[in-house]
């Protein structure tokens, strides 16, 4: 089966400094992937789309400027938070969508990057 | 708005019990509907998706039913396990062309020996 992976799977982290969570499609190319952050308790939220070789769409309420996505080929997607503060502590996970004709709508999740600033 | 509401919101049962866990929807137009089981700590894991014209699918001891006209969906389970404790997440995919997930509220549920 189709199988995402990110790194790190866990992270801590100072206030104000960036921190880069990766995301790997390692057994299918991905036109699409997608960010959730996620908080205890909660379902998943929706922060923005990434379409290789393209600019990410974000969600509204969602800081593009703080939470950079950079997907520059089909198997890789990069989470940048920038200046990360106490508030940004989550749980984030990424998915990847095959797209294409006739590759379906199905998006794999990776097993979430637990994220905590102090 | 598109919406996926479930229920109950967090569920306790004992082991080798069953279990119906229920989700209804508002999403429209409608593409697919999707159980996932998470974990605590780690991402989904799909457990069934049904289209419109399907009415129950099966995995296991996992079997979900949907109804499209009512715009309920629900998802059995069979003799629970020790390892069935996690969430349960409803997801309904868009039909409208972007194919964007709508997450429900998610059930907890925790089996107990």
């Known amino acids: 089966g189709a199988v995402v992976s990110q790194h790190p799977s866990r992270v801590i982290c100072k206030s104000g400094t960036s921190v880069k969570i990766e995301c790997r499609s390692l057994d299918f190319q991905a036109t699409t992937m997608f960010w959730y952050r996620q908080f205890p308790k909660q379902s998943l939220m929706l922060m923005a789309t990434?379409?290789?070789?393209?600019?990410?769409?974000?969600e509204q309420g969602v800081e593009k400027d703080k939470f950079l996505i950079n997907h520059a080929s089909l198997t890789l997607s990069t989470l940048t938070v920038t200046s990360a503060h106490p508030e940004d502590s989550s749980f984030y996970i990424c998915?990847?969508?095959?797209?294409?004709?006739?590759?379906?709508?199905?998006?794999?999740f990776g097993p979430g990057t637990r994220l905590t600033v102090l | 708005k598109n919406q996926v509401e479930q229920s109950p919101q967090s569920l306790i049962i004992l082991e080798g019990k069953n279990c119906t866990l229920q989700?209804?929807?508002?999403?429209?137009?409608?593409?697919?509907l999707r159980w996932y089981k998470q974990d605590t700590g780690r991402g989904p894991v799909s457990l069934t998706i049904m289209t419109f014209s399907e009415n129950t699918k099966s995995n296991g001891r996992y079997t979900a039913t949907l109804d499209a006209d009512t715009k309920q969906s629900s998802l059995h389970i069979t003799a629970s396990q020790l390892s069935d404790s996690a969430s349960y997440i409803c997801?309904?995919?868009?039909?409208?062309?972007?194919?964007?997930?709508?997450f429900g509220t998610g059930t907890r549920l925790k089996v107990l020996a």
């Open positions: 997801v309904v995919s868009e039909g409208s062309g972007t194919y964007k997930y709508i």
């Open positions: 990434s379409n290789e070789g393209s600019k990410a769409t974000y």
């Open positions: 998915s990847a969508r095959e797209g294409g004709q006739g590759r379906g709508d199905t998006q794999y």
């Open positions: 989700c209804n929807y508002t999403v429209s137009p409608f593409s697919n």
